[in-house]
C-alpha cells in the first residue's frame, strides 16, 4: 500500500461519497435476526471467501455477549459497513487478555468505563483507500460514532504486528501505536493502538 497522498483540491469539491449513508445501532434482537445480512456485508467487504465469513460470524457473536455490546450499521437501502465494539472493563489483572497489551495507564479509563475497545470496522475496500484523513470517511464516522454513543473518552483496538496494510489503514484513520503492555513480556504478536474521539 503506497503513502497516502492528498487529493488534490479539484476532487474535494461537493458531496463527499460516504457522507450519505446513514449510521445505526442495531439492538441485540436485531442483530440475531440479521446475522446473515451482516455476514453479507462482511464477505462483499473482503476476500476471505465462506471460510472467513464463518470466523466473522463467530467472532461477532462471542462479542455480543460482552456486557455494554454496541454494533452500528451503515448503508442506506443495502448495508455498506458495521463497526461494533464493547467497553472494556478493568477487572482482572492487567497482564492478561487485552490488558496485556496496553500501558498501565489506559486501566484507570477502564476502570471507569471510559475505555473501548472496537475489534472490527468492515467497510468497502475504496474507504480504506481514498480519503482517509477526512471527517466523513465512512470507516472514522462509524468509529467515532461508537465512541461518541458510550461516551468513551479513548478506543482500543489490536493488529498482529506483521499486518502493515490494516496497521496503515488504521494509523490513516486516526489510530495511533501505543507503547507494550503491562506484563513483564509483553506479547510481541500483537500492537495495540488508541483512538480519541
Known amino acids: 500500500m503506497a503513502a497516502h497522498m492528498p487529493e488534490p ?14 449510521l445505526r445501532p442495531l439492538t441485540r434482537c436485531q442483530i440475531d435476526d440479521r446475522l446473515q445480512e451482516l455476514g453479507d456485508v462482511y464477505a462483499h467487504n473482503s476476500d476471505g471467501g465462506e471460510a472467513a465469513r464463518a470466523r466473522f460470524l463467530r467472532r461477532l457473536a462471542a462479542a455480543v455477549r460482552r456486557p455494554g455490546f454496541a454494533l452500528v450499521l451503515a448503508g ?27 500501558p498501565t495507564g489506559l486501566f484507570r479509563l477502564a476502570a471507569v468505563g471510559r475505555l473501548f475497545a472496537i475489534p472490527e470496522i468492515v467497510v468497502p475496500p475504496e474507504v480504506c483507500r481514498q480519503y ?12 467515532k460514532r461508537l ?3 458510550h461516551g ?25 501505536c501505543v507503547p507494550g503492555g503491562s506484563g513483564a513480556n509483553p506479547p510481541a504478536l500483537r500492537l ?5 474521539p
Open 192 to 196: 495495540a493502538l488508541v483512538l480519541s
Open 76 to 102: 442506506n437501502t443495502d448495508p455498506t459497513g458495521l463497526a461494533y465494539g464493547f467497553p472494556v472493563r478493568g477487572e482482572g489483572p492487567p497482564g492478561e487478555g487485552l490488558g496485556a497489551y496496553l
Open 152 to 176: 468513551a473518552s479513548l478506543g482500543v483496538t489490536l493488529v498482529c504486528r506483521g499486518d502493515i496494510r490494516t496497521l496503515q489503514t488504521l494509523r490513516s484513520w486516526g489510530w495511533r
Open 132 to 143: 482517509q484523513g477526512r471527517d466523513w470517511n465512512l470507516a472514522r464516522r462509524l468509529q
Open 9 to 22: 483540491p479539484s476532487r474535494e469539491r461537493g458531496a463527499s461519497p460516504w457522507a450519505g449513508a446513514v
Open 147 to 149: 465512541l461518541h454513543d
